[in-house]
């Protein structure tokens, strides 16, 4: 039995240029259309990453194999599904490596995809029914998860229901959701413990699907996780879930795509190596080389990977609740071997993972142009100053060859959880930009536009550190308990970020690159002392006679004379 598949059946979420309006839309639509859709527009951000990521899987594949003219690349080898069967010969890489460039100027010349696309995965349409007893798309099919349950360390698979798929309720049966945007009716008997917040439609399934294998949580219990030479694998949240997620957006859908589309991977030793999607193995496959954490050296692979083995009943009835059985995979080893591109890296001087690069998760409270250094300064190692740049701003090399001026959206995008490693609940989505010229980040001079913005983001944060130590001198004044100075004054702090956030992205995406340096960062800064210096200025005027009394500390008096002057030679200082 096999029905809704997902290369003919409308189920990506896009917003229209033209119109505005959003409407859904198959794979092999969307190839055809790429240049009239603004944006993927599904239920949340976290979802159109995923989603995302899945059909730049199929762009990596097929441009991998094909040129745009639909003809075979040199020295690839296809069988009759356009699956290929070996990796491309050293002795063809250089050709290999330069055919593929090619491939990704002519795709950002164009605004569709070129038929090859559609003619791949019409090859493949078998493997992407989202209900089929046979190779289901992104799951095992109900005889391979029969095996898998006789494996893992439990008698059965988890059961995982609709509210816990949709991550904008992410409800389990043992904690309920209940600010959630669905109400949540019960069906039928009260005993069936099933409710309207199980409800979707097949594509909502199909969307949810893709995000779960990328934002799963650790509360099922079901796992195929063991020990190898007797360490214990880690147990998979979704990759996404552990990663800071960045990514380059164009002016609509196809340019996106383009940008986000890297035609050579930027790591010694893998270019020409076989695109490997899921979707080109069966279930069981697919789990097995999980299992084993046989590295992953491809793109389409990374982005398709799976954290759960997930099976929908062929002939579940989508007018009642969604259930999916699920057994976890262990995860994907998080270190700067990873081939992973769109991510922020940590590197970690101290502590359990020391010389060690990390992805970075980003915080709610700390908007984006904030690690603007993390994110777009070029890789460096200098003593003890280690930093890796997002692989996905290698784009720049090939972007600045085809373009001239323009501007790019930077999006920043995760997943917070509610810090309980036995479950890893979500709690809340992070998604921020920050727009830039694409001629300034291609500035990588050691004098540089990007290595002055850095500087000055860094200069605003020293800035604004000082404004809120005194604050928190303020407050120990005031008799305040030291954990309670130090809450409310880092609170006041992330109300100045706030307040200069988009002032601050405003003069980000204003800059140009003939602009003087000096003047336009001066500009910069100025505003932000005026700011911190009005916020100081306005306490100081309003202040209490206790205020003015003050305390002595550490044999000196603190008051809020004393307080304010020092503020002001540290700010004068700095800026």
Known sequence: MKRFNLVSEPWIAVMEKESDEIREISLSELFINTGKYRCLSGEMEIQNFAVMRMILAVIHTVFSRFDVNGDPLSGISLDDRYVQTENVNEDDIEEYAEAVKGNWFKLYSMDFFPEIVNEYLEKQKDRFFLFSDKNPFYQVDPEEMKVLIKECNNDDSTSVMGKTLNRTISESEHVKAFFAPVIGEVIGKKTDNTSTKDLMSESELARWLITYQEYAGTGDKASLVREVNGVKQSTASGWLYEIGGVYLKGKDLHET?????????????????????CWEKSGIDNVRKICDEIFIDNYAELYTNWSRALSIKPDMDMDGPVSVSAIKLPGITKNSRSIEPMTVWKYHDSGKYKGVFRPARHKAEKSLWRSFGAVVLPSFSDGKEKHIRPRIFDQYELLSQASGERWTDIEGIGLIDNGQQASLTPVDEVYDSFQVNDLILTDQATDGWITRIADAVETTKAAISEYELYFRHIY??????????????????????????????????????????????????????????????????????????????????????????????????IL
């Open 257 to 277: 795509l383009v940008l986000n589309y890297i035609p050579v991977i930027p790591v010694e030793g893998f270019i020409g190596y076989i695109q490997r999607p």
């Open 476 to 573: 120990e004044i005031r008799g305040l308990k030291d954990d309670i100075c130090r809450k409310r004054a880092v609170d006041r702090a992330e109300e100045i970020y706030s307040q200069l956030d988009l002032e601050f992205k405003s003069w980000l995406a204003s800059i140009e690159p003939g602009m003087s340096k000096d003047d336009k960062i001066g500009d910069w800064y100025s505003y932000l002392k005026k700011i911190l210096t009005a916020e100081a200025e306005f306490v100081f005027e309003n202040c209490s006679t206790r205020d003015m009394k003050g305390i002595k500390k550490n044999g000196r008096t603190m008051n809020i004379t004393t307080e304010y002057n020092l503020f002001m030679r540290k700010l004068n200082k």
